[in-house]
């Protein structure tokens, strides 16, 4: 089944707010079985509206999801446009008025007199409650065409489908339609080449999607046809993709990493430069993380990582501060400070100063020491200041991944 | 002048990705007088991107974005899309094909077989050169409109837009539509109260926005009648906005806190608890940051504020890790450590676990020690995980900034 969405919003086209509505309707809608085939924004102008939904609604969408324009702040122009699209009624729904203010009354505010509008109903539309705010939605099923008007905030919006459309209107048993596969320490497109096979192969019953992101790359699995074995195809993907491929759907480094700690009953401890407390910070997202994770020492200058880690003076002035010898010595010297099992450091050049002669800006080394063996990794990542350190953050992770799957 | 945006990708109507080139453009366009009209997002399907292109090629838009669709794993279907609908024809380009195996050899990888479609361009298209991916850019000027193909990487995207569209083909000198003002301390209904006397003065020829974040609320002036005064009026509510407005557009509280300390020359160091590294995250995240930042402690675990930070064990058993007590002694203690003039301390429970019968979720202290004052605050965030570390870090920057305009 395949389906259109409309959102409506001056504020979205001149980009003052993302629309993370069509997105979310994407996903949420795909294991019911329901494809969205286009997405379209206008703004807050009625004559937009009906122009672009009298074009909807006879192009044969099953579905055709309308979010914005409802609120008394946009003159309530959505409900307007579809009452000339469809030649209705605007009548005023008493009951719902009675209802409205007595909900401002339970907070202890009077009713605002722009809010009395949002009484004013569709006559032929079927009424869709709003649990969280006063905007009703509203149902027609129009030339074959189930049309959905909602409002655009998003929380009211998800209420809705979730409680109100999917069960009165929607009603099939949604199935998992796709399955994410995560990976660390390849970059897209020697993953590609690496599956290039596998997607040939079940290239006529799925279709797959590569997602880059700072934290790797993710790889997606859409089964375009009934009854294949997902699960299966998986498995196949997963395997080819080793050592990269990691977990599942919204799995993370930092999940993984902890988990795999706490199977081998192993505790960490970090002594970061140029990431500055942004590994910390990733690890510590994972709530229970307390039981691997110590925590750590921010050497963001050379005068703390003598005094705190006991950085020899020498090695630094010999190597300076980004250099294989001095990642080891940070690596051991958190490792020794706190009694960790895995002293883990990061020291680089995030830019866009600091650059030397020999040092470029991009340039990082990760230490790690584990009770059996130090290993120091050098990497260049020079993509700008911000995309450098997570970048550094998620080669560290990976590497923690990596030794502790050996 | 008015333009149509047109995203591409299965990602984006499948959910997997939002959609924030559309947005990025919105904003980015309206100072040189570019409005949006309409924004649509199609999936990976050449048919699809021809006949929307078709219609908006044939509607006297003055200018035509097109994201997405062109990387080597999207089977490069928005090249193909355009040499149909523009009767054009795809040519390879040695030139840039060597350049492109250089780029990759200078990274050390061996250029992956399916890039090499990247050197295969439109005959008759202005090239637009991409600086931070391997997908060119293409521009058409066909029957009185601008046609830009992008890539749909947000950052090679904006390049794009800043370093090499902007300057040619747009021109135009940028005027200031909007004035964004970012408050921290206060929430938005309490900030609407403040301003709403000078909102309703000022509501025929401006609209406002709120726009709130865990980072602070901003606030937005539009300007919606030519020859206003923008400055005067944003001064009007920056002063109404005291103490909790702290800048313009993108400033950070992060980055004023920087500029602050080094016109008052003096250094930072922080003890994290609870926030495990993200107050140091936050802010290293700005350049130059090494000049007052020293480091920090990220004492996660009672062992190490008692090894690593002189936490007497006494106080911690008195009063628990989470408490006024261990948030002044950790701050103190950093501040000892470090030599920094300022120390900052955070602790608290983010939950999900972790409340005992008398300190519940969300509970947090913050500390700050400077040569003349110790000051520590309590607060409370029960918005999960995620936000109660966000808001920690917000607060305790918020602190040292009122500590600093003093």
Known sequence: MNACVLTIGDELLQGFTVDTNSAWLGTTLLPYGIVIQKQITVGDDIQSIINESHKIINHEYNYFFITGGLGPTHDDITKEAFRQLLDDELVFNKQYYVHLKERFEKISIKMPK???SQAMVLKNANIIPNDIGSALGMHYFYNGTHI????????????MIKKHIIPT???????????????AGIMESKLAEKVSGLMDKYSKSFRFAFLPHFSGVSFRIIKMVEGNELQIVKDEFYQKMQPYSYGFHNDTLEGIVGQKLIEKELSIAVAESCTGGLIGKRITDTAGSSEYFLGGIIAYSNLLKISLLDISKQTLKENGAVSEEIALELANGIRNKTNADIGLSTTGISGPVGATE??????AYIGLVTPNKSIVKKYNFDFGRHLHREMVVTSSLNLIRLYLEK
Chains 1, 2 share one sequence.
Request: a positive charge; proline letters at 11%; aromatic letters at 8%.
């Open 358 to 363: 020999t040092k470029p800006v991009g340039l």
């Open 114 to 116: 722009i809010n009395e």
């Open 169 to 183: 209107y929607i009603k099939t048993v949604p199935e998992e339609h796709f399955i994410t596969i995560k990976t």
């Open 148 to 159: 959905f008007i909602m409002p655009g905030v998003p929380s009211e919006m998800k209420k």
